[in-house]
């Protein structure tokens, strides 16, 4: 467990180890075993749960340069000016506490339980067997295979979606701080929020960096950025804080470990999207996962496909709406408008037209104007009101027969056969007298 600085084994605790609670000391329901490590922020227990057996770590804040443990476990303030710095990172240590407490992701910290005694606080978390990434690198001449970086890139990346989708940023991605489970499996430990509250200008206030909207791009893209330096450590063993140093190329490194690096079956793709992370210059980094993702992702065979961009469709205009005629007319009615409008003098300047009215639109029963004439009777009027119909004597005499006049021949029609017939006669002597000259 990591609060910014390396736990310290029982065997060489420094000074002030004896602030530490004794083996059999009862906190809530749980029993204090042994004394795990201690920081100059606080101290990790191993506890059993009186109830339910099992066994758990629990980490106790004591800032070991504001206070100190007096005979009755409570702990009080070294100086009265440290009162400050301490409620500080007391009320940094809770919340850190609350805030891990909300997720349940096997790659990031859990925190089950946190409550305030003694004068000050404990959390309550899973014990983790076995190391931190640092000292696995620094312990190992082999760097990490394929598998073990896909297995960190996976883990850690997963971590930091969670917390993005929370809105909150980690702030603290570095090899001291990331756990090994097992040897394989890594866990994102703690925000390491709490000696950045207590070292933090007293003048100032100070709003924990992981849960500051003001910064959550600019720490989502360091933390993205600082998982390329992990994953670049893991082979290399090369580590610098914030990235301060231009990261060696890693095919220089592989160049250097090429004895221990053989057989690793590195992808080419994967070590190339590592320096490329670490290459962009701020401005250009990735600034959410999914473009860290989209980075590692395998490339398509043959190049980027060419995408077509299709010009934008042009919006279909409406057709405009045709007036709606309030008083349909058949085609007598029309007839009958047509005809009371027909002969009317020009309508009055524009300044004298009166407000339109529709005239009313006669009918068959309606008389269009009193001075058309009636309409003349049809002969199917008539027939319907079984009236005789009106008889008609046409006569019809023979016409007598006159022949078309012959249409007279002129002179050269009558010579046109001859001529052409003349003309045929000599094409074939021409075409006989060369064929026989050739």
Not at 169 to 195: K, R, S, T, W, Y
Not at 219 to 224: A, I, K, Q, V
Not at 248 to 275: H, M, N, T, V
Not at 294 to 323: D, M, N, Y
Request: some cysteine; overall charge negative.
């Amino acid at each position: 467990m990591n609060l910014f600085e390396p736990l310290q084994p029982p065997g060489r605790l420094p000074v002030g180890a004896g602030q530490a609670l004794q083996p059999g000391y009862m906190l809530e329901e749980f029993e204090i075993t042994q004394v795990l490590g201690l920081t100059s922020f606080g101290v990790l227990y191993l506890a059993t749960h009186v109830t339910e057996h099992n066994t758990v770590a629990i980490k106790e804040y004591l800032p070991s340069s504001l206070a100190m443990r007096n005979a009755d476990g409570q702990l009080e303030l070294t100086d009265p000016s440290h009162n400050e710095a301490f409620q500080r990172g007391l009320q940094s240590f809770v919340t850190e506490a609350l805030t891990l407490s909300q997720f349940n992701h096997p790659h990031l910290l859990s925190v089950t339980c946190v409550w305030e005694a003694n004068g000050t606080a404990y959390r309550v978390m899973p014990l983790l067997t076995g190391t931190t990434l640092l000292a696995q690198r620094s312990n190992r001449n082999e760097p990490a295979s394929q598998e073990q970086l896909q297995a960190l890139f996976d883990g850690l990346l997963g971590a930091l979606e969670v917390l993005n989708d929370a809105g909150l940023a980690h702030g603290q991605i570095e090899p001291v701080n990331i756990f090994m489970l097992n040897g394989e499996h890594p866990v994102l430990m703690d925000f390491d929020a709490v000696h950045q509250a207590v070292l933090s200008d007293l003048d100032e206030p100070h709003v924990d960096a992981y849960a500051n909207p003001h910064r959550l791009q600019q720490m989502t893209c360091g933390d993205l950025h600082a998982l390329a330096s992990v994953l670049h450590f893991a082979i290399s063993n090369h580590w610098s804080a914030g990235g301060a140093t231009q990261a060696e190329p890693l095919a220089e490194a592989l160049a250097r470990l090429k004895d221990s690096a053989s057989a690793l079956g590195y992808a080419p793709e994967f070590l190339s999207a590592i320096d490329t992370a670490l290459a962009l210059p701020p401005a250009d980094r990735p600034g959410t996962v999914a473009e860290f993702r989209a980075l590692f992702a395998p490339k398509p065979q043959g190049g980027t496909p060419v995408k077509l961009i299709k010009p934008p469709r042009r919006p279909k205009r409406p057709l405009p709406e045709r007036p709606k005629n309030e008083y349909p007319l058949n085609s007598s009615e029309s007839v009958l408008a047509l005809l009371a409008n027909f002969g009317r003098g020009p309508v009055n300047a524009p300044e004298d037209i009166e407000p339109f009215e529709n005239p009313p639109v006669p009918t068959l029963t309606e008389e269009a104007e009193p001075s058309l004439p009636p309409l003349r009777a049809s002969l199917f009027d008539a027939m319907d009101a079984g009236e005789p119909l009106p008889q008609s004597h046409v006569g019809y005499g023979r016409m007598p027969y006159r022949p078309m006049p012959p249409i007279p021949a002129s002179r050269w029609r009558r010579l046109m056969p001859a001529m052409a017939f003349g003309a045929l006669v000599l094409v074939c002597v021409l075409a006989l007298g060369w064929v026989l000259t050739a």
